[in-house]
Antibody, heavy 116, light 109 residues
């Protein structure tokens, strides 16, 4: 069965750091572009980051997280990560990973709460 | 960064037809923006219905279709069903950076 599962969401302090993981099963992450998307409580979807495979590859970030978040992959673990630092209260959201052909797969999400 | 504009809410009768649109502050939407329509029901994770303008996944009902219409990206729902009540988001790509629209809440009533 093809699926994604995020983990690592928790309560964090403003200015703190957190690393989210997204484990894939049923398909190989190394040949698929992957994305992180977040949703603040009661709000719409916000694109966070992309890790691109084709066209020379590359990693892209929303302006709201550029310089603070880093997306990476561990192909041996079939997992992508989102390293978050200098967290702000406005980073509070459910974080989803998504990918595979045509963004066909979405994880259930993991909740990050940034509060003192 | 482009701002995408969607209708905040639309109501459709059961069996009726409704068209959602997604316009961009950066100009006409084209297939080169690799447009997506994503559905989200309350309490659930999002689910992609349409990718690359008009391609459907195996789970996408035939009553949904994506198109480019007058410089905008459109989602047409023909023959609405109660289970189609949801929030719908468009997603476009601008050279690797993606942007979501604000979402359209569709009510089937």
């Amino acid at each position: 069965e093809v699926q994604l599962l995020e983990s690592g969401g928790t309560l964090a302090q403003p200015g703190g750091s957190l690393r989210l993981s997204c484990a894939a099963s049923g398909f190989t992450l190394s040949v698929n572009g992957m994305s992180w998307v977040r949703q603040a409580p009661g709000k719409g979807l916000e694109w966070v980051s992309d890790s691109v495979i084709g066209g020379g590859g590359g990693t892209y970030y929303a302006d709201s997280v550029k310089g603070r978040f880093i997306m990476s992959r561990d192909n041996s673990k079939n997992t992508v990560f989102l390293q978050m630092k200098s967290l702000r209260t406005e980073d509070t959201a459910v974080y989803y990973c998504t990918g595979h052909g045509g963004l066909s797969e979405w994880g259930p999400g993991t909740l990050v709460t940034v509060s003192s | 960064q482009a701002v995408l504009t969607q209708e905040p809410s639309l109501t459709v009768s059961p069996g009726g037809t409704v068209t959602l649109t997604c316009g961009s502050s950066a100009g006409a939407v084209t297939s080169g923006h690799y447009p997506y329509w994503i559905q989200q029901k309350p309490g659930q994770a999002p689910r992609t219905l349409i990718y690359d303008t008009n391609n459907k996944h195996s789970w996408t009902p035939a009553r949904f279709s994506g198109s480019l219409l007058g410089g905008k990206f459109a989602l047409t729902l023909s023959g609405a069903q109660p289970e189609d009540e949801a929030e719908y988001y468009c997603l476009l790509s601008y050279g690797g950076v993606r942007v979501f629209g604000g979402g359209t809440k569709v009510t089937v009533l």
